[in-house]
């Protein structure tokens, strides 16, 4: 077991400015023997949860923390940092948190360095720290630390103030940091550094500011610093002259670490010092806002209250309560009780009905949500799922726990209308967009680097055209290279093309942006930041934005238990909005777009003649080929249409159109499998089918059989 553990590490997730990824820190931590591991990216807790669920899985214990932007002043000033008189704008300072409300301090910490302190960087100031100083430990970072910068620039007397200051507030939870990077101001630091901990009784610690992995990333690391300055294909640059003045700030094993420390070994054990302190573990527990109960109902509780709006909606749909619909309402709302899911039912229909209320259009309903005889009770869905064998447990299974998932469409020119009734009911701070990180994918990663290193944006392009999206995913440089297309790429003797192939592959997939999901919002019982960190989104058109996001992507959101909900803009439903609109208005014709008749034969023919143009998910070339040759004439067909027509299951459309007249046999693997698929012509089109036929054949129940349709869907064998 190592000695020693690295507490002042970056990962892809300070943006632009670090390659490694967390999983790449983890394995080094544990390659050499490392009791525990710390990450530190700037500013920001973007890696946080990844990085810990990695350590966990790993049996390393996670630091989590930040090097925070410390402002020159107040968070308030908006003060541009001048380099003549060395005054700058911000200082670094490294916090980790040690136990829970360390961590709640740090996501307090981070959230408002953006909303109030932001000016370049998300910047804390003194009374910010003075208040979230709980559970954290604090150390003076980098050479450009709050203290380490006052040596640099001469300013003894004030490095010691400002050290005695931390000290002050932190107690024993503050420590000198001392690094070595070879660097011309280096020696300065270690000489003075270690005499103001001594004077003061502080202990210091030896860090490593961790950018890369090994030293081989060191000219990748800095391509990638010049992506980030937007270095322009015809300025000469040498890729060599590293922006950080050496090669150094790599991950160095524990070895390497006490050798270059071995005049302060102090430095090295009071690492570990710092990891015993550091005990924070996660503990998921589902969050929702809290959904008020209207005084004019009786209901006791959220699940009475559900109940009895579910069973008015249920008199409003249907003219006779049949034994099926009753033993299928019963069962899902017993499902929804016990999985704890009311309140998202709740919420849900209420912001749906707003939405209605504020004449915002709404779509009928899509993915497996349409499954739910609640949901279509509710008005969240207008299709009744019992007609088309629309199962359940394809949305909630009562087998496997799995947060509830419901896309809802709203008119684009209308979506904010409703985002906006979710603020003022629920808060403004409780609602938050979610995060999402923008990679350097083959292609992005060939155009980036190839204008770093000069290579003309001709043969870049012929490099990125050649390289295919296959199901929605741009292939990889090593398979990509694999291709004919690129077999002279491939076996290039021009040593800028091998340095492009070399430095692409080397920066593939780390983050490049930063950017917010077109749907998602998260919804909190209070204020956001009391349950996830936030930042705020980039400025548009000149203008400073007021929208926040949060800093985990929508996946850990999910994971940690957080409602996120999406508001997808389809500006379909705004094109039949405005039809709607001009037959009213010239022909004086009011048409019920959820009453229509989906047996009209004229709607057919034009579908049937390709006449597609505008009608979500109908309107490309290939689709309008494909519904001149299957020439749909009911609903069935259409929507086996739009299940066959993506990656995958697109190949099956010739068989399903030849089988539909009489062209090709129509056969079943199993005679048990024509129950099942004699409505799709012997062919698996939905996802309902598969667990139909998992239940018919090898007697699963249907909560099993959907755990086998969500592995089938992953590629999972076991």
Same mark, same amino acid.
């Given at each position: 077991?190592?000695?020693?553990?690295?507490?002042?590490?970056?990962?892809?997730?300070?943006?632009?400015?670090?390659?490694?990824?967390?999983?790449?820190?983890?394995?080094?931590?544990?390659?050499?023997?490392?009791?525990?591991?710390?990450?530190?990216?700037?500013?920001?807790?973007?890696?946080?949860?990844?990085?810990?669920?990695?350590?966990?899985?790993?049996?390393?214990?996670?630091?989590?923390?930040?090097?925070?932007?410390?402002?020159?002043?107040?968070?308030?000033?908006?003060?541009?940092?001048?380099?003549?008189?060395?005054?700058?704008?911000?200082?670094?300072?490294?916090?980790?948190?040690?136990?829970?409300?360390?961590?709640?301090?740090?996501?307090?910490?981070?959230?408002?360095?953006?909303?109030?302190?932001?000016?370049?960087?998300?910047?804390?100031?003194?009374?910010?720290?003075?208040?979230?100083?709980?559970?954290?430990?604090?150390?003076?970072?980098?050479?450009?630390?709050?203290?380490?910068?006052?040596?640099?620039?001469?300013?003894?007397?004030?490095?010691?103030?400002?050290?005695?200051?931390?000290?002050?507030?932190?107690?024993?939870?503050?420590?000198?940091?001392?690094?070595?990077?070879?660097?011309?101001?280096?020696?300065?630091?270690?000489?003075?550094?270690?005499?103001?901990?001594?004077?003061?009784?502080?202990?210091?610690?030896?860090?490593?500011?961790?950018?890369?992995?090994?030293?081989?990333?060191?000219?990748?690391?800095?391509?990638?610093?010049?992506?980030?300055?937007?270095?322009?294909?015809?300025?000469?640059?040498?890729?060599?002259?590293?922006?950080?003045?050496?090669?150094?700030?790599?991950?160095?094993?524990?070895?390497?670490?006490?050798?270059?420390?071995?005049?302060?070994?102090?430095?090295?054990?009071?690492?570990?010092?710092?990891?015993?302190?550091?005990?924070?573990?996660?503990?998921?527990?589902?969050?929702?806002?809290?959904?008020?109960?209207?005084?004019?109902?009786?209901?006791?509780?959220?699940?009475?209250?559900?109940?009895?709006?579910?069973?008015?909606?249920?008199?409003?749909?249907?003219?006779?309560?049949?034994?099926?619909?009753?033993?299928?309402?019963?069962?899902?709302?017993?499902?929804?009780?016990?999985?704890?899911?009311?309140?998202?039912?709740?919420?849900?229909?209420?912001?749906?009905?707003?939405?209605?209320?504020?004449?915002?259009?709404?779509?009928?309903?899509?993915?497996?949500?349409?499954?739910?005889?609640?949901a279509y009770s509710l008005g969240i869905t207008n299709v009744n799922p019992l007609p088309y064998d629309l199962l359940f447990e394809r949305f909630l299974n009562p087998e496997r726990f799995s947060m509830p998932d419901i896309d809802i469409d709203f008119s684009d020119e209308k979506r904010d209308l409703v985002i906006n009734y979710v603020k003022q009911k629920y808060g403004e701070d409780a609602v938050a967009q979610i995060v999402t990180f923008g990679k350097l994918s083959s292609r992005q990663a060939f155009t980036d680097v190839g204008r770093v290193l000069g290579v003309s944006l001709s043969k870049v392009k012929e490099i990125t055209?050649?390289?295919?999206?296959?199901?929605?995913?741009?292939?990889?440089?090593?398979?990509?290279?694999?291709?004919? =297309?690129?077999?002279?790429?491939?076996? +290039?003797?021009?040593?800028?093309? %091998?340095?492009? #192939? !070399?430095? $692409? @592959?080397?920066?593939?997939?780390?983050?490049?942006?930063?950017?917010?999901?077109?749907?998602?919002?998260?919804?909190?019982?209070?204020?956001?930041? =009391?349950?996830?960190?936030?930042?705020? +989104?980039?400025?548009?058109?000149? %203008?400073?934005? #007021? !929208?926040? $996001? @949060?800093?985990?992507?929508?996946?850990?959101?999910?994971?940690?238990?957080?409602?996120?909900?999406?508001?997808?803009?389809?500006?379909?439903?705004?094109?039949?909005?405005?039809?709607?609109?001009?037959?009213?208005?010239?022909?004086?014709?009011? #048409?019920?777009?959820?009453?229509?008749?989906?047996?009209?034969?004229?709607?057919?023919?034009?579908?049937?003649?390709?006449?597609?143009?505008?009608?979500?998910?109908?309107?490309?070339?290939?689709?309008?080929?494909?519904?001149?040759?299957?020439?749909?004439?009911?609903?069935?067909?259409?929507?086996?249409?739009?299940?066959?027509?993506?990656?995958?299951?697109?190949?099956?459309?010739?068989?399903?159109?030849?089988?539909?007249?009489?062209?090709?046999?129509?056969?079943?693997?199993?005679?048990?499998?024509?129950?099942?698929?004699?409505?799709?012509?012997?062919?698996?089109?939905?996802?309902?089918?598969?667990?139909?036929?998992?239940?018919?054949?090898?007697?699963?129940?249907?909560?099993?059989?959907?755990?086998?349709?969500?592995?089938?869907?992953?590629?999972?064998?076991?």
């Open positions: 077991m190592s000695n020693f553990v690295h507490l002042h590490n970056h990962t892809h997730y300070s943006i632009l400015d670090a390659v490694t990824s967390p999983q790449e820190l983890v394995d080094a931590a544990v390659n050499d023997g490392h009791p525990a591991v710390a990450l530190t990216d700037h500013g920001v807790m973007y890696g946080v949860y990844e990085f810990y669920k990695l350590a966990v899985a790993k049996n390393i214990k996670p630091i989590l923390g930040v090097e925070a932007y410390m402002a020159n002043g107040s968070r308030f000033d908006r003060v541009q940092t001048n380099k003549a008189e060395k005054k700058k704008n911000y200082f670094h300072i490294l916090l980790h948190a040690k136990d829970e409300q360390g961590y709640k301090n740090l996501m307090k910490l981070t959230s408002l360095g953006f909303t109030e302190g932001f000016y370049y960087k998300p910047r804390i100031d003194k009374e910010l720290l003075e208040k979230y100083k709980e559970g954290i430990i604090c150390s003076s970072a980098c050479m450009g630390g709050v203290i380490n910068a006052f040596i640099v620039d001469g300013q003894i007397e004030k490095a010691y103030s400002e050290a005695k200051y931390y000290q002050d507030l932190f107690g024993d939870d503050f420590y000198i940091e001392i690094q070595n990077h070879f660097l011309k101001n280096d020696p300065l630091i270690l000489e003075h550094a270690p005499k103001i901990a001594k004077e003061l009784g502080i202990k210091i610690i030896a860090t490593n500011d961790i950018h890369y992995i090994s030293k081989d990333f060191a000219i990748p690391h800095n391509i990638l610093l010049l992506i980030r300055d937007g270095v322009k294909t015809d300025e000469q640059t040498n890729i060599s002259d590293l922006k950080y003045g050496t090669a150094e700030y790599y991950f160095k094993s524990s070895q390497e670490m006490q050798e270059l420390f071995k005049e302060f070994p102090e430095a090295i054990s009071n690492t570990l010092e710092i990891a015993d302190k550091c005990d924070f573990r996660y503990t998921k527990h589902t969050v929702y806002p809290e959904f008020p109960i209207p005084p004019s109902s009786n209901a006791a509780d959220l699940n009475d209250y559900l109940r009895e709006l579910v069973y008015k909606g249920l008199n409003k749909r249907f003219d006779d309560l049949t034994e099926q619909i009753s033993d299928r309402i019963e069962y899902e709302l017993n499902v929804i009780t016990n999985m704890g899911f009311p309140g998202y039912f709740l919420i849900v229909s209420n912001f749906i009905d707003a939405a209605r209320e504020l004449g915002v259009s709404v779509g009928p309903g899509r993915g497996s949500a349409v499954g739910s005889l609640v055209k050649s390289i295919p999206v296959v199901r929605g995913k741009v292939t990889k440089i090593k398979d990509a290279l694999q291709l004919s =297309d690129l077999q002279w790429l491939r076996d +290039t003797n021009d040593p800028n093309l %091998k340095s492009l #192939i !070399e430095y $692409a @592959t080397k920066l593939e997939d780390r983050n490049r942006n930063v950017g917010t999901h077109a749907a998602g919002i998260v919804i909190t019982p209070g204020d956001v930041t =009391d349950y996830v960190p936030i930042y705020r +989104t980039p400025e548009k058109e000149g %203008k400073q934005s #007021i !929208e926040v $996001a @949060t800093q985990f992507s929508m996946t850990y959101l999910e994971e940690i238990g957080l409602l996120k909900m999406d508001f997808l803009g389809l500006k379909t439903l705004s094109i039949i909005e405005h039809t709607l609109d001009m037959i009213e208005l010239n022909h004086n014709i009011k #048409i019920d777009i959820d009453k229509i008749d989906f047996e009209d034969k004229k709607t057919y023919d034009m579908i049937a003649a390709g006449d597609t143009l505008a009608v979500f998910q109908f309107e490309s070339d290939g689709m309008q080929e494909y519904l001149k040759r299957l020439k749909p004439h009911n609903l069935e067909e259409l929507t086996a249409m739009n299940a066959l027509y993506r990656p995958g299951p697109m190949e099956n459309i010739p068989d399903f159109i030849d089988r539909k007249y009489g062209r090709k046999k129509i056969e079943y693997l199993h005679p048990l499998m024509e129950k099942v698929l004699k409505t799709t012509y012997g062919i698996i089109v939905y996802q309902e089918q598969v667990m139909q036929l998992v239940q018919l054949i090898a007697d699963f129940t249907l909560g099993q059989a959907d755990i086998l349709r969500r592995a089938m869907g992953k590629k999972q064998i076991s």
